[in-house]
């Protein structure tokens, strides 16, 4: 049952990061630069590139005995967190 909510959550922390992605990407990127916005499909696929890039922090003993909740909040409110400073950036172009 723990591996299914991992998987789960994976799975929607990778379409909210490919979301987020996109958005920002259209405030910043596409405008400045006059080029084409990214769909969610393909901000999806560089968020999965970027991920598989990035290395990942180990956990230490403290971290691996919090629950799915904690790593769900932390991973959806990152994102969120950075869409909405960049909202509020986006403001002042």
Known sequence: MKALGIISLAVLTTILNGWV??????W???TTFHTS???TPQA???AIVLGAMHPQP?????EAEKGIGYHFA???IRPLLSLGIGYV???FL
């Open 21 to 26: 992605l996109c958005r920002l990407w259209f």
């Open 28 to 30: 910043f990127i596409a």
């Open 37 to 39: 916005p990214l769909s």
């Open 44 to 46: 999806i696929g560089i």
């Open 58 to 62: 180990t956990q230490s003993d403290s």
């Open 74 to 76: 932390l991973a959806v």
């Open 89 to 91: 950036v986006h403001l």
